[in-house]
């Protein structure tokens, strides 16, 4: 993402957060950000599709941290790293509390489509790297409650983040709430391996379907029209639609344009690569 398209998205996030969506005028935002009114639609066709992508800022920010100190903290025990990622989700709600409560006020993200989808896909990825962090934290033997055990600390971090955000004056050590949190935790997994209850959940529910053509053509449609993307990103994109539109996808066209669309750095059109492999297998 370029400086300039980071910079606005940032100004919206404390606009929106602010005077909330319907109030907070484009004409604000750039001037917010030092720009013309015109060299806002260079970067976004609209305040919807500028919004849009703030959430997904806000929420591709958070993943990149938490898999970060997960990369970057190899020297540190499992369970240390575990717990630094759990008081960043802190930290990351704490700094963003006005832009969540926003979120959950104007109850963005059921009306909204692009957004219900991407939190899917966001939900699966925070699964994935919340597993790795319990197996390699609690090992192995744990695995056959890996599923349930991943609902549960998620709960545990949600349930404490609407404390947080319904409390104004409420003053917390993230370090020391997670340090808790880890401890009860602990409680939990081995209450479960001393038991040797059976799990409830299976790790098939967090597995994709693979989607269908159809409903390929109309995430590829969206992505021309919300989005400013590259002759090149688009062209390829038709190309694809055109296969899709075919009785019999000649596959290897598709793959080689993924090829392509794998360069461009819009979010959107990386997460239609990831749908489209889908479809491939």
Known sequence: MNEKKEKIIKASIQLFAKKGF?????????????ISKGAFYLHFKSKEQLFNRAFEYYIDTSMQTIETIRKENQHLAPREIF???????????????????????ENII????????????????????????????????????????????????????????????????????????????????????????????KQAIWDDEAPSAASLQEELRSLKLDHLLSDDTVVSIEVIEEELAKAEPRKPVIQGMLTNLEKCEEPAVLRAVEQLKLFLQ
């Open 22 to 34: 319907s109030s907070t005028t484009i004409q604000e935002i750039a001037d917010e950000c030092g």
């Open 83 to 105: 717990q630094k990622q759990i008081a960043e989700q802190f930290q990351h709600f704490a700094e963003n509390k006005d832009f969540i409560i926003l979120i959950l006020s």
């Open 110 to 201: 059921p009306e909204n489509q692009q957004i219900k989808k991407y939190s899917k896909t966001v939900k699966k990825q925070m699964n994935d790297e919340i597993q790795i962090s319990i197996l390699t934290t609690y090992g192995q033997e744990i695995e056959p409650y890996i599923t349930d055990l991943s609902v549960m600390i998620q709960g545990i971090i949600q349930s404490y983040v609407q404390v947080l955000l319904l409390q104004d004056q409420m003053q917390l050590s993230f370090d020391e709430l997670s340090s808790f949190i880890l401890e009860r935790f602990d409680d939990l997994v081995q209450g479960l391996l001393r038991s040797q209850t059976k799990p409830i959940l």
